[in-house]
Each structure stands twice: as structure tokens, then as C-alpha cells.
């Protein structure tokens, strides 16, 4: 396992997301719910739409096509048309930049 | 004089002119480009724009299509907004969603009504040009006087004669539906634009067809297994179910069938027996998805899914097949028409 960089904590406020395409992995969604962030993939289980353009509200994600609603933590599918989870990221922050253990 | 309007897509070259009147996603359609839609009735969201310059009048404002927050972001239904003006729009697109046979209207007359259970009867249309769609395509319907305009299935195949047959549930307080079991009459004329849809029968898969229907959903999946009889390889036997809540909601499925040389599997399931058991039943109980890994022979995964019925059955059926099954997703073919 080695710890990936994604962006620093800074650059998404509390409520908000970033968009992030690092090497060899799909495009990513850096959430920052509360101060606590997580890692998910940023391309819809459902449809090609990215997630950094959703609502977020109470800990969740809406799609911006369809509306379907995934678990930010869990990346668990909530609502239909989605009914595959997004896949997570063990996510850390180490001196002020988020990353996840790949 | 008619006018037209230029409406050009950011963030490519096309662009196409719409017909005074007519939506922004139906004249993208008619010019053979791939809008993203499923529904063309304000209840999907898939045709949700942004509008970057120009006018629109929004025919349907509470559509469920769209989220109120999105409303206020600016987004708009292309299936239910018609130009005021010359448009630049922001719109997805793929080329799975540009229709094979271009959309078009035509006046049709009815020839006849046929009643498949207590509430659906197929009604017959005839056009003065040929019957062009591919199985399991809809078409929107415009009764004269009504305001307003419903999708109806095919359950017939395309015809160089011009017959149009529908299978159409009286919906109670229906407008559209009342006029056409309580007035139209035989002779008497409507409106048929089409084809519309993404949920047609994909002819070059040679996957088993499984064809799940509930309802009046009836339609597109007997149109469906209607076409199966005349691909090349048909390999294993086309399936089909149908979920309906009593004995009498059940269509005679192989008698209308009968003159097509479609041979399937028919598999009928009732969710709602008759409490004393009086009704003669030898179909399954319960909902219908609970029986297609029973029905099927096949392993799950190795077949080609059409599903057309009320939104419960759908969303049980697809998160039975993908979430549990690990079928893919790409094998599922339906119209969210919610």
C-alpha cells in the first residue's frame, strides 16, 4: 500500500467536492463532508456523469443525470436508477493534503 | 407560415432547426442527432439542459423530471421547452440515443378496438405512410380536443401498410385514455409521432431474450417477441413473464401471438389470487421478479433483458438482476418513464 496525493484539504470547503484524475485510476470525487473527507469514484455506477457536479446534502451525493443518490462514506447506491455502489477509497490526511492508500 | 428556429449545441458544431411548435429534443431527434431522453414526457430527466442563449416556453413547469433546486440552477426539460427564439443549448448526447428510423407525424385513423383484459384493449391505427419503428419503440399520441399527449408502445412490427397497433390501459381520470375507450370511434382520427425509445429489440445480440413485462407493459415486449421469430439465430427460446394482480389481468398471451411464428416460453405471474381461491390458477403467485431465476434455464447473465411495466417492477427487477445476479447492466433495456 502507498499513500496517493490528491489535493490539499484547503482546496474543498466543507459541503463541497473536487474532481480529481490521477494516473492508472479512474477519475476520482475528494468529498469534504463536516471536515472529514472521502474518496469515491467520481463516474456515476449508472450513467457517464460525474458526481463533483451533484448536490451533496446530509451525507450524500445526487447524480446530476438521473438523481440517483449514493452514501459519500459508504459509496452505497441509494437510490434508483443507481443500484451499484461507487467504489471507496481508504482515505487519509497527512500534513494538510487528502490522499488514499492504494 | 410556419417559422423555424436554429438551435445550435454548445460544445460541438451541430445544430438544427425545430419547427414552430414542436420540443427541442423532438427536433433534435427528427434530425437524426443523439439527445440523451428516455421518457419525452417530463418524468425521466435525461433531456435536462441548460439553456446558454435564447428563449424557451417550458409546456409542463412542475414536470417530475426535475428537482426544484435544478429549476432554480437554470435546468430545463428539452422534451417539454419550445423555442421562442433562436437557441444555444447544453444538452448530453450519445449515439445510442439517435433513433434508427427518424421520428415524423402522421395523421392516423382508427380501425378498430380489441379488449386483452377488463382494462386494456389494443387499439388499431392506420397511417397513409409505411409503419416505421423497431420493436419495443413508442410512439406519443395526440387525441383531438386534449391538450395534452401520452406515449403508447407498439405491439405490432413495422408494416409497409401503415398499421399501428397500441395495447392501452384505461388509467381512471385518464384524459387521454377516456377519450380513447369512451369516444374515439372507429373512422375517427389522431395524432401518432414516432418512433421514439431506447428499449428496442437489439437484433445483432444473439443473448437469449427475456422479455419482463407487467401491465401495459404489455406492448413493446410482445412487439419484441414478435420481431425474436424472425432473427437468423434464434439459439434458445425467447422467455417472457408478465406480472398482473388477478387471474383476469392476464392477457392471452399465445393467442395473440397466434399468425406471428413467434414460439416462446410464456410465463404469467398473479400478485393478488382471489382470497377464496375460487379463480383457476395454475400460473405462478407473487411478484414477478421473484420467478425469472425459476423460469430461466439459462444462467442469468447470459441473457438479453426488455422490461416495460409500473416503476416498482422495474426497479425490483433490475436491482434483482444487477446488485444480485451481476448481470450487466448494458443487458437491460427499459424506458424510465419515472
Known amino acids: 500500500m502507498a499513500f496517493l496525493h490528491l489535493c490539499k484539504t484547503d482546496e474543498i470547503e466543507p459541503g463541497s467536492s473536487l474532481r480529481v484524475e490521477p494516473d492508472k485510476l479512474p477519475p476520482l470525487a475528494v468529498f469534504n463532508v463536516d471536515g472529514e473527507f472521502f474518496v469515491i469514484n ?57 490522499g488514499i492508500e492504494v | 407560415m410556419t417559422s423555424q428556429f436554429q438551435i445550435s449545441l454548445s460544445g460541438s458544431d451541430a445544430s438544427y432547426a425545430c419547427d414552430d411548435g414542436d420540443t427541442l429534443l423532438r427536433a433534435g ?25 435564447g428563449e424557451v416556453d417550458d409546456l409542463f413547469p412542475a414536470a417530475p423530471g426535475l428537482r426544484p433546486k435544478e429549476r432554480e ?93 397500441f395495447i392501452i390501459r384505461r388509467v381512471p381520470g385518464g ?16 395524432e401518432i409521432d414516432g418512433p421514439y425509445g431506447v428499449a428496442y429489440l437489439r437484433r445483432d445480440i444473439p443473448r437469449r431474450i427475456v422479455g419482463i413485462a407487467g401491465g401495459s407493459g404489455l406492448a413493446p ?11 437468423p439465430t434464434a439459439g434458445s427460446t425467447p422467455v417472457m413473464l408478465f406480472g398482473g394482480r388477478t387471474p383476469k389481468d392476464i392477457p392471452d398471451v399465445p393467442k395473440l401471438l397466434e399468425g406471428s411464428a413467434a414460439a416462446i416460453e410464456f410465463y404469467p405471474v398473479i400478485s393478488a389470487p382471489e382470497p377464496d381461491g375460487s379463480a383457476d390458477w395454475s400460473g405462478d403467485t407473487g411478484f414477478v421478479h421473484e420467478f425469472i431465476e ?27 438482476l444487477v446488485a444480485e445476479h451481476k448481470v450487466p447492466a448494458s443487458q437491460i433495456h427499459f424506458d424510465r418513464f419515472f
Open chain 2, 294 to 320: 425459476h423460469r430461466l434455464s439459462t444462467p442469468l447473465a447470459e441473457c438479453e433483458y426488455y422490461l416495460a411495466g409500473p416503476p416498482p417492477m422495474i426497479e425490483s427487477v433490475v436491482r434483482l
Open chain 2, 73 to 165: 440552477r437554470g435546468k430545463r426539460l428539452a422534451c417539454q421547452c419550445v423555442p421562442r427564439s433562436d437557441c444555444t443549448i447544453k444538452i448530453r448526447s450519445g449515439a445510442e440515443y439517435a433513433s434508427a428510423v427518424r421520428p415524423g407525424r402522421a395523421t392516423a385513423r382508427c380501425t378498430g378496438r380489441v379488449a386483452v383484459t377488463p382494462d386494456m384493449s389494443i387499439f388499431t391505427f392506420s397511417t397513409g405512410r409505411p409503419a416505421a419503428f423497431l420493436a419495443g419503440q413508442y410512439a406519443m399520441l395526440t387525441v383531438p380536443g386534449v391538450g395534452q399527449n401520452r406515449a403508447y408502445s407498439m405491439s405490432n412490427l413495422a408494416n409497409p401498410n401503415g398499421d399501428w397497433e
Open chain 2, 29 to 53: 431527434l427528427r434530425h437524426g442527432l443523439g439527445l440523451a431522453y428516455e421518457c419525452n414526457v417530463g418524468a425521466c430527466g435525461s433531456c435536462k439542459f441548460d439553456l446558454i442563449e
Open chain 2, 221 to 231: 415486449v410482445m412487439s419484441i417477441m414478435k420481431d425474436s421469430a424472425s432473427l
Open chain 1, 42 to 98: 467520481d463516474t456515476c455506477s449508472h450513467g457517464d456523469a460525474s458526481l463533483c457536479d451533484g448536490e451533496i446534502e446530509n451525507g450524500e451525493v445526487e447524480c446530476p443525470w438521473h438523481n440517483a443518490k449514493f452514501c459519500i462514506k459508504s459509496g452505497k447506491a441509494l437510490t434508483f436508477p443507481a443500484v451499484e455502489a461507487q467504489k471507496t477509497y481508504l482515505t487519509r490526511v497527512v500534513d494538510g493534503c487528502v
Open chain 2, 175 to 190: 384524459q387521454v385514455s377516456s377519450h380513447l375507450f369512451d369516444t374515439l370511434k372507429p373512422g375517427d382520427s389522431i
